[in-house]
């Protein structure tokens, strides 16, 4: 049997979250209400969670996607499908192994290798224990309804054995393999990185022209120009493009490396680039991707010159030892003490960056592991192209196919210690220690007595493409892998479209013939209000606990879905968040209006049913319309959710809750002060509040579940998180009721226009008269039949409605459908005094306009200044030109009239 639900909050007249948001979060967890079960015959609905870092915080960009996954697993639970949002964390390689070397080098003055990799492996669980679940913690708050007791880690024993068989199996089908390639090499962290791994960041650099003389030609030479003049210590020739008049007669001879004296020969290249710099290139196939394309037509020496470190070596002659830039420096110094230094210019020019560490890549030549990737992608191409997965908004595919279409091989392995051990197995030399000389075999476990394996661990992305099937008990054909694969929907940004979600969708086919998930959400990125990057250098990042903590859980998840318009990145301020704590202040007051009159125990409780016994034909007018408008919400919130359109099923719910139910529908139904409201409008109001609440739920679960058990008495384990989805009913609808209504409405909306235009207050009793067309009786009748909505909203407290009426003199008036409306002006304001207020308006607005028309017809102003400042006058522009029309024909409505 369920536990029973916590208490009540008292109803205070604003909404504090801090009172209810853990004990509900309690009562779900407690009670199951997340939990998958595989043996379950409803259809299953599936989210896996993109797994965070180990190392990781919440960040608003998780709060963002949470926010979107939870709303949708909700939906899904409501509508009864067995719910599944799979939740994890990633080893994160680099970035864990970097947090705790620095926390050994902090606290101990150690480094790895003074524990060594057993002991410095131990202390990273060690570490992982202690500080990986803070972010899952974290997202606890946010109210996420992942089925925790199945959490999973990229390193936990059953996922070490999926990566293993998969490493296994490709190298198989020949498609892992193994060799001495050009690689982007981080010498911060020791380590070679794929392509996704590195960052291009423009930078101000130099372009440095040197002279290499030719062997055997006094006084004549080549001009090279470089951007990196440290790495010529490895260059072995000179290359130019055969087209190239200029050094046509150059080819076949030799010229003389600067500094180290070495002789280089003169080639011809197609990929030579005449117009970049001199035309002719140096060749350093050891330290460049193109070089080393060139050096392998051309059968060219391959150099290093670097350590692991990024210090010269031992080929680097007088300058081994140096740091790169240190040598750049003194190289630099040197060619120009020889006379060899023609020029230097500066120079704009992308450097590539280590994502983890930001230390410039360096292009190293390494024996590496590579997984050839063209036989992967195609299949994962034809997915898409056919529809078996699609991207929303399906611009994402475009790039999508992009990257695949131009797909390199993927380097896989990493120098580090912390991570998935290659399967790969050495036979040994006399003391002990691998010989890959002698040969390897691939396997998960130790072939021969004596082998030793690997040192290198594989890329964290190796792991995490399977995370799909793996995390369900893949290559093992589990209970949980037959009911909940494929997925449904990816959820992410596309900062990991090529890192993860194209790779998951190669994976997927690759290893069980089936699509990962079947559609792929790609949100927008939050960036600070005035759209950049949220970074530390900034300190324009937001926390979005913070958030919770000063707005609740609810408004910060509201805010982010409601800002999250597909494909676009969000200009987010802390400020934003406001307008959901406005939101849940009136989702709870809201139930106010009826639950005063609701009879309830001392705690608050409700202890009786209010039950509606009037069919929709004996509702009266704004009753029909609000049902309507209810299912009408209830059917774009549907159609929203199968394109993922989650920005509009809050706009909608937000629209029909605050300007449906609570603007119109409320208050036309709460009785006058100190009268009771009757039961059968209790009861109505409740049938519908109760509908919204199921339709907020998704996305502001706390408050919603608050107020759900005041509504009415419920049974334990009658919770709003397992209620059932609202579906659209057609006997609840009526458009030409709805339409009757609506015209009403706009009738009201524009006296209540004049009202605030003329500076009355809305509580000021008028006489109001309606013109409808001639021969428009049941238009009348229904004008006349609700006067009462009139007197309520607008204190209209005489009604006229006259086919045909002439507009009064000193009115104002406004169109609605084939009426017009008429709001008399005398006697409601004093006309003289209006029309000095208004002639002084106009005056002012005149003078703004022509200030604003006089800049934009600068010509200077709107080359030289930015697009949004231009932009910006034009809209005060168009703003004034409005005010004005709008003024101008108030003070014509009261021209040529006396007071009185």
């Known amino acids: 049997m369920p536990d029973p639900a916590p208490a009540l909050a008292s109803m205070s007249k604003a909404y504090d979250p801090s009172d209810i948001e853990k004990k509900w979060y309690d009562y779900w967890e ?79 003055g150690k480094t790895r290798h003074d524990l060594g990799r057993e002991q410095f492996v131990d202390r990273v669980w060690d570490w992982k224990e202690e500080y990986g679940d803070i972010i899952l913690d974290q997202k606890r708050k946010l109210g996420d309804s992942c089925d925790w007791s199945r959490q999973r880690f990229t390193m936990d024993e059953g996922f070490t054995r999926a990566v293993q068989e998969v490493f296994v199996q490709l190298y198989e089908e020949g498609l892992i393999y193994r060799g001495d390639y050009l690689v982007n ?5 020791e380590t070679a990185l794929s392509d996704e791994e590195v960052e291009n960041e423009e930078r101000q650099g130099h372009l440095w022209s040197i002279k290499y003389p030719l062997k055997d030609a006094d006084e004549e030479y080549v001009t090279i120009a470089t951007t990196r003049p440290e790495t010529m210590l490895g260059d072995t020739a000179i290359a130019v493009n055969p087209d190239d008049e200029r050094y046509q007669h150059l080819v076949g001879k030799t010229a003389i490396l600067p500094l180290l004296n070495r002789e280089i020969p003169i080639i011809a290249d197609d990929r030579i680039d005449s117009e970049f710099g001199t035309g002719a290139l140096k060749v350093t196939p050891a330290h460049d991707e193109t070089d080393f394309e060139i050096g392998e ?21 007088p300058y081994e ?71 929303f908004p399906d611009r994402w595919a475009n790039e999508y196919f992009r990257w695949m279409e131009n797909i390199r091989d993927w380097c896989i392995s990493r120098q580090l210690w912390w991570g998935h051990r290659i399967p790969v197995w050495y036979y040994t030399d006399e003391n002990g220690e691998a010989d890959p000389e002698q040969g390897y075999i691939v396997s998960i476990d130790q072939p021969e007595e004596g082998m030793v394996q690997e040192t290198d661990v594989l890329d964290t992305w190796f792991s995490s493409w399977l995370w799909p099937f793996a995390t369900l008990g893949w290559p093992e054909e589990t209970d949980d892998l037959e009911k909940f694969y494929p997925t449904d929907v990816l959820v992410s940004g596309y900062d990991i479209l090529f890192f993860w979600i194209a790779r998951m969708i190669m994976a997927g086919y690759q290893f069980t013939d089936e699509p990962p998930f079947k559609n792929v959400f790609i949100t927008g990125m939050v960036k600070d209000e005035q759209g950049r990057w949220m970074s530390k250098s900034l300190g324009n990042g937001i926390d979005p606990l913070e958030m919770v903590d000063q707005y609740g859980a609810d408004a910060t998840r509201f805010t982010l879905t409601l800002l999250c318009a597909q494909g676009q990145d969000i200009k987010l301020a802390p400020s934003k968040f406001e307008m959901g704590r406005n939101f849940a202040n009136k989702i709870w007051n809201a139930f106010n ?88 409008k209790i009861a109505l109001a409740t049938e519908i509040y109760e509908t ?86 049941d238009l009348a009748d229904t004008v006349r039949q609700y ?50 207020r208004l002639r002084k308006e ?10 604003v028309e006089k800049k934009l017809n600068n010509r200077q102003f709107v080359n030289k200044a930015p697009d949004e400042v231009v932009e910006r006058e034009r809209q005060k522009k168009k703003d004034a030109t409005a005010e004005l029309e709008r003024l101008r024909d108030n003070l014509a409505d009261l021209q040529d009239v006396q007071d009185g």
């Open 297 to 317: 037509d051309h059968d060219l020496e391959k150099i290093t010159i670097m350590s692991p470190k990024g210090d010269i070596n031992e080929n680097g002659g």
């Open 185 to 189: 090499w981080d010498p911060e962290n």
């Open 321 to 391: 030892g140096l740091d790169r830039f240190e040598a750049r420096d003194r190289i630099v110094e040197d060619l120009e003490d020889e006379g060899l230094l023609v020029e230097v210019e500066d120079y704009m020019m992308n450097v590539p960056i280590s994502e983890r560490s930001e230390a410039v890549i360096e292009p190293l030549i390494s024996r590496q592991w590579f997984v050839e990737m063209e036989p992967l992608a195609e299949p994962a191409m034809e997915a898409v192209r056919e529809d078996e997965i699609e991207f």
């Open 692 to 777: 919204l609440l199921k339709l907020l739920h998704p996305l502001m679960p706390f408050i919603t579940e608050e107020l759900w058990w005041k509504v009415r008495p419920r049974e334990e384990g009658d919770a709003c998180i397992v209620a059932d989805w609202p579906e659209v009913d057609a006997d609840l609808m009526d458009e030409a009721a709805a339409e009757r209504f609506e015209l009403i409405q706009k009738m009201i909306s524009g006296i209540r226009g004049i009202k605030s235009d003329y500076g009355v207050g809305l509580g000021h009793e008028i006489e109001v008269t309606v013109s409808v067309p001639e021969r428009a009786d």
């Open 787 to 836: 006067a009462d909505y009139f007197d309520k909203l607008a204190s209209v407290t005489d009604l006229t409605v006259e086919p045909g009426a002439d507009k009064p003199k000193a009115s104002a008036s406004v169109v609605v459908g084939r009426c017009e409306v008429f709001v008399p002006l005398a006697g409601m304001i004093d006309l003289e005094q209006e029309r000095k």
């Open 30 to 108: 407690e009670n199951g209400f997340f939990a998958a079960d595989a043996d379950s015959d409803a259809e299953p609905h599936v989210i896996m969670m993109p797994p965070p870092n180990v190392t990781g915080r919440l960040h608003i960009g998780h709060a963002l996607q949470d926010s979107i996954q939870d709303a949708i697993t909700r939906i899904r639970r409501m509508q009864g499908y067995e719910t599944l949002w799979m939740p994890g964390i990633d080893h994160a390689g680099i970035a864990t192994q970097n947090a705790v070397e620095k926390e050994l080098r902090e606290t101990e």
């Open 593 to 680: 209006v009826f639950g005063q009159f609701m009879e309830t125990d001392a705690d608050g409780q409700p202890t009786k049913e209010y039950e509606r016994t009037r069919s929709f034909e004996e509702l009266e007018l704004v009753e029909q319309w609000m049902l309507h408008r209810l299912n009408t919400a209830i059917q774009d919130i549907d159609d929203s959710l199968d394109r993922y359109r989650l920005n509009e099923i809050a706009e909608r719910v937000y629209d029909v809750f605050w300007r449906d139910y609570c603007d119109w529908y409320l208050e036309l139904i709460k009785p006058p002060h100190g009268e009771e409201m009757s039961e059968e």
């Open 842 to 851: 106009i005056n002012e607005k005149e003078d703004f306009l022509e200030s």
